[in-house]
């Protein structure tokens, strides 16, 4: 009885067949089997979650925006399929980079890296920057910080608004995470402010600035407590830590705290070394981080391969409808 039970679903072999959308090609693989299934389930709970009151969270990690990401993360937040980002200083640095005009430019992962150094290429994997334009950009951050903050402490997201709205009026039609965020009121945070390149371009002011830190754990806590949440996590990192210890924070302080509702993660890093990155969402229910009814996948997939095909069958299966606003 047992065994039947077990032997109920077979597995149906994927067809493929000319014009085959990303959404179709996803429903032929929810009855394959290994990542390809996660990845079906992905689009599957992803769409089903936007039916549902939630806010949804958006860790960004990894060098996303010079892997070529940027419109695909713009569009999610088009389509308010994006609620709250926290992302890496990178990501944010690369963006405001390609927003005011810049680009990053395809290269070779075999390149020559001594020569590189001679004609000031910066490399990440297969893709080149231009460091003379990284050092204007660092110039220009620099200079517009003291035209423009005051001699107060800011939260990160209050900064990245800013900043937001500083790439909006420097851009010549391009579209950027910041900008969007900034101009759709989605709040943005940089729990490692630090450690990225507008950290090393506020460093260039002659002048202390000063960052309310514990102010975003306040803020994102008790944003985590309005709605149930969907989390989705591109890479791990410090974003996806930051996500998940909203709902340790609440428990910390006796605010109403069931962990997140639904969950999906895009990773590379295997859970036995032990850190957060490559940590399951299992592990997550242990720390009170993830519901114990928590619908979750996670997706061990390359994210520049597994976000695009995600979003694209998301938005497929909505019709292109947006989310009502708030």
Avoid at 52 to 79: C, N, Q, Y
Wanted: glycine share 8%; net charge negative; charged share 25%.
């Amino acid at each position: 009885m047992k065994k039947g039970k077990l032997l109920s679903y077979p597995t149906r072999p994927i067809e493929v067949s000319p014009g085959m959308s990303c959404s179709d090609l996803l429903t032929g693989l929810e009855g394959c089997s290994f990542q390809g299934r996660r990845l079906a389930q992905a689009a599957e709970i992803w769409t089903r979650a936007l039916d549902d009151d939630v806010t949804v969270w958006f860790g960004l990690s990894g060098a996303m925006v010079p892997a070529g990401m940027r419109k695909v993360i713009v569009s999610l937040l088009e389509h308010k399929y994006i609620d709250v980002i926290v992302s890496t200083g990178a990501n944010l640095y690369h963006d405001f980079h390609e927003t005011v005009g810049n680009y990053h430019y395809l290269g070779t992962h075999h390149a020559d890296d001594h020569e590189l150094r001679e004609e000031r290429i910066d490399r990440i994997y297969d893709t080149y920057a231009d460091e003379d334009e990284f050092m204007a950009l660092d110039r220009c951050i620099s200079k517009w910080a003291l035209k423009t903050l005051e001699d107060r402490f800011y939260t990160t997201r209050e900064f990245l608004e800013l900043l937001g709205r500083e790439a909006a009026e420097r851009s010549k039609g391009e579209k950027g995470i910041l900008s969007t965020a900034a101009e759709l009121g989605v709040p943005v945070y940089c729990p490692a402010f630090g450690d990225s390149s507008i950290g090393i371009a506020l460093t260039e002011a002659d002048r202390d600035f000063q960052f309310d830190i514990i102010g975003d754990v306040e803020e994102t806590a008790r944003l985590a407590t309005e709605k149930e949440n969907l989390v989705i996590y591109v890479g791990g990192g410090t974003p996806k830590n930051f996500i998940q210890q909203t709902e340790v924070t609440n428990i910390v302080h006796n605010r109403k705290a069931t962990g997140h509702r639904y969950a999906i993660q895009f990773v590379v890093d295997a859970p036995h070394w032990g850190g957060l990155s490559g940590c399951t969402f299992e592990e997550a229910v242990s720390w009170g981080k993830i519901s114990l009814e928590a619908e979750s996948v996670t997706v061990v997939c390359d994210a520049t391969i597994a976000l695009p095909i995600v979003a694209a069958a998301v938005m497929t299966r909505r019709e292109g409808r947006k989310r009502p606003g708030e």
